[in-house]
């Protein structure tokens, strides 16, 4: 909403001509030319407004100026540029995918997500070579992406024994640790992520020790980059958490024990008890949750203990960000409609869902200017006919980045 003194500065800004709100929704003719493909466009987008995070917003305006947005109004208010308003238009962020690999270059993030609706990504590890593809994102021109480099690892640890070598940092002392961020921050990474994984095989994988796993936390926190941490297996939510992680992807759903793999869930189908108390513990604390339910789905593990650490988590008022870990597994590229199905599913309603995919998804990214309807945020935008469902989403009326139509 705006104040008082907000609305009357763009009532100051009203011009003496009037733009008339297209009822079949085109493209106005003043952006159909240099202007539509250009960050420095200045036109308004009217329906129901979905900010990303709080209640839809019906018969407002989102008004956009050099790539920004620059506020909120009532529809009827915009008199001084082209607004396009189709017949029960909703407005909503960009769509974030938060948990991706392999879309490095700009021309592949363009082709592969931007021209579905995806404004943005969230590279969780990818080589070093790989960082200043990964970074290049001209404005209006590919979905941003938001990068780790590799994953940091313990000498031995994951990810070292699945993926190839340069996906990983092998670290084995708190100042190595110390380093690493370091010169991931110079390379112009916005997270670290670091691996809690003992993985499945008939000996665990070595974990990170207690002081060079805080030493990671405490130099990216100083340095203002996220920290995210796979975490598949319960036992290693516990140390992620005490070392300060503030995202965990995937959703812990098998605990290793000395006599071989237990369930997450009791003989009820609810979360064991030690596992409710780590989640209320990230729900208190503000730790988002990635789940990846997409890509756990198509492993021998799916199931409800795939889900119903999701549903309890998210019933805590716990936040969770939508990411589908393309392209392992065969998921796909573009829309993650399967994703967003998946999460309803696992109990969250149709608004949580768009959370998760917008707000949520930016701050597990570390994407500070983006996945909400809001002054001074990026103008990454998705005009749909009705509520955004999955369904909707996988055609969506228009594509606006960086306050450029893609479509």
């Avoid at 997409?294 to 889900?307: E, K, Q």
Wanted: charged share 20%; proline share 12%; with cysteine.
């Amino acid at each position: 909403m705006l104040s008082r003194r907000d609305f009357l500065t763009v009532l100051a800004r009203v011009a003496p001509f009037a733009w008339a709100l297209s009822p079949a929704g085109p493209i106005p003719r003043a952006l159909a030319g240099p202007d539509r493909t250009s960050p420095g466009a200045i036109f308004a987008l009217a329906g129901t407004v979905l900010p990303g995070r709080g209640d839809p917003l019906p018969g407002h305006a989102v008004l956009i100026r050099h790539g920004r947005i620059e506020a909120v109004v009532p529809a009827g208010l915009p008199r001084d540029r082209p607004v396009v308003a189709p017949p029960d238009a909703w407005i909503l962020p960009g769509v974030i995918n938060a948990h991706c690999h392999h879309a490095h270059t700009p021309e592949d993030r363009r082709r592969l997500w931007l021209e579905s609706g995806v404004t943005a990504l969230g590279d969780a590890a990818s080589p070093l070579a790989a960082l200043p593809d990964l970074l290049r994102s001209p404005a209006g021109t590919t979905a941003t992406a938001s990068a780790c480099g590799p994953m940091l690892a313990p000498p031995g640890g994951y990810p070292l024994n699945a993926h190839t070598r340069d996906m990983a940092l092998e670290i084995n002392s708190p100042a190595r640790g110390e380093d690493a961020v370091r010169r991931l921050a110079d390379l112009g990474a916005g997270s670290v992520k670091i691996a809690f994984e003992p993985g499945n095989g008939p000996a665990p994988l070595p974990l990170f020790d207690a002081a060079t796993a805080r030493a990671v936390c405490d130099t990216a926190r100083r340095l203002g980059l996220g920290v995210r941490a796979h975490v598949q297996d319960l036992s290693g939510l516990e140390p992620a958490l005490n070392a300060g992680v503030r995202t965990i992807e995937h959703v812990p759903h098998v605990l290793r024990t000395p006599d071989g793999p237990a369930p997450v869930l009791d003989k009820s189908g609810a979360v064991l008890p030690a596992y409710r108390t780590l989640l209320e513990r990230m729900a208190r604390d503000g730790v988002i949750l990635t789940p990846t339910l997409d890509v756990l789905s198509r492993t021998p593990w799916g199931g409800p203990a795939l889900f119903e650490p999701v549903r309890t988590f998210h019933a805590m008022g716990g936040r969770v960000a939508l990411g589908n870990d393309y392209p392992y597994r065969r998921t796909d590229a573009g829309m993650p409609a399967p994703e967003m199905r998946l999460l309803a599913e696992a109990g969250l309603p149709p608004e949580a869902v768009v959370e998760a995919a917008t707000a949520n998804a930016a701050e597990a990214c570390g994407l500070r200017d983006r996945g909400l309807i809001a002054p001074g945020m990026a103008a990454d935008l998705l005009v749909v006919r009705g509520f955004p469902t999955p369904d909707e989403l996988q055609d969506p009326l228009h594509i606006v980045k960086d306050g450029v139509f893609i479509r």
